[in-house]
């Protein structure tokens, strides 16, 4: 999103409208193949998509307020999010020590934002803090609405997730031109990276996240997700130049290793 060097709406609307062209003829074939998706589910799927299009649009925002590195890590909070969502409105045992990680976790995102130095904030600091966070909740959801979706039928995958797409760049098209305004006349170079993103990052990832996340617990899921902010944080520094303070990436190892201790496997649960 950074490379392409276009407005935070613009981003959003158009990770999505691009899924959809590749998204749509699988979702048509998958229909011819196993028949129309469950009146719930759709309703489901389309829910799921608004939470989505509000993830994105807060999110990619974040990114040009803090950094593509420290907005993703702050993006994850839904590692505590998502399994508190399916133990209030699933019953899924949630493991006591991901309650006692909680505070940690908030030491941690308190580090990683930079907020407790003053040299490293940048333009809109809060904001992008305040975003961030606010995009991991509602990413939470979605992955919440996602994982009862394949559990009450598992063998839709493209469908699903071609409507909660749809249902994105609704809200991230609506949101766009309300506020960033979307714009389409972009150089090509910036169309590459969005195409790019639109097919790795929206396409293949939701795709697998949906075929591969549906066996998992909330938080063995929201665990491997954790692969996500370390590498972003590296190819903040590496392909973007972002130079993260020492304070920072301390956060960030905190963050990781209270979501690890939160999650890994345990015998008691609540």
């Known amino acids: 999103m950074k490379l392409a060097e276009v407005g935070s709406g613009t981003a959003a609307f ?111 600091q809060g904001r992008g803090v305040l975003l961030g966070v606010a995009s991991g909740v509602a990413y939470a959801g979605y992955l919440h609405l996602n994982r009862l979706s394949g ?10 997730v071609c409507l909660a797409t749809a249902a994105a760049a609704v809200v991230t098209g609506g949101a766009g031109a309300v506020t960033t305004g979307i714009t389409v006349d972009l150089p090509a170079t910036s169309w590459l990276w969005l195409v790019l993103l639109a097919l790795v990052g929206q396409v293949a990832a939701w795709l697998l996240l949906a075929a591969g996340g549906r066996g998992l617990a909330p938080g063995t899921s929201a665990s491997l997700l954790l692969l996500q902010p370390v590498l972003a944080v590296g190819l903040g520094v590496l392909v973007l130049r972002e130079s993260p303070t020492a304070v920072q990436l301390a956060g960030c190892a905190t963050v990781v290793a209270a979501v690890w201790s939160a999650n890994r496997p345990s015998t008691s649960d609540i």
Request: glycine fraction near 10%; charged fraction near 10%.
């Open 14 to 124: 158009l990770r999505c409208a691009i899924a959809l062209v590749a998204l749509v003829p699988l979702a048509v074939r998958e229909h011819r193949g196993h028949g129309p998706l469950e009146p719930a589910l759709r309703r489901w799927a389309v829910a799921s998509g608004v939470l989505l299009g509000l993830d994105y649009v807060l999110w990619t925002q974040s990114i040009l307020d803090v950094g593509a590195g420290i907005a993703t890590v702050l993006n994850n909070v839904q590692v505590l999010a998502f399994p508190l969502l399916a133990l209030v409105f699933g019953g899924t045992p949630m493991a006591r020590r991901s309650l006692f990680a909680c505070p940690v976790m908030l030491a941690g995102i308190a580090l990683t934002s930079g907020l407790l130095v003053p040299g490293a904030q940048a333009a809109h």
């Open 151 to 160: 559990h009450r039928s598992p063998r839709p995958v493209v469908t699903p």
